[in-house]
């Protein structure tokens, strides 16, 4: 069955703009990005998902007597790790968005 006026072109467009696009978000999944706080104490890695995939803590950074220093540098570390993870799959997404011609939306992946 033939499609009228190129929608057959457009829809193979849309498939491969598709196949991309899945391609990028599997590369995000093993992308890994690290953040640190405390001069390096806590080291959290995140995937281009915003997923925390791994943390090590020195040993010298745990105090018994100040927890909430240690809980204070693991969630600057997290927040850290997220934002460069989003800030990098944004910038990969939209290198992809850009290369088929479409418009980045930000917030769409």
Do not use: C, W, Y
């Amino acid at each position: 069955m033939q499609l009228p006026g190129g929608m057959g072109n457009v829809l193979k467009q849309i498939k491969k703009a598709q196949e991309l696009i899945q391609k990028k978000q599997e590369e995000l999944q093993n992308l890994r990005v690290e953040a640190a706080a405390g001069g390096g104490m806590v080291k959290v890695v995140a995937n281009g998902r915003e997923e925390i995939v791994d943390i090590h803590i020195d040993k010298e950074v745990v105090d018994p007597e100040d927890v909430e220093m240690l809980e204070d540098l693991i969630l600057a570390a997290i927040k850290e790790a997220q934002t460069k993870a989003k800030e990098t799959a944004q910038r990969e997404m939209s290198e992809v968005m850009g290369n088929l011609g479409l418009p980045n939306i930000p917030g769409l992946f």
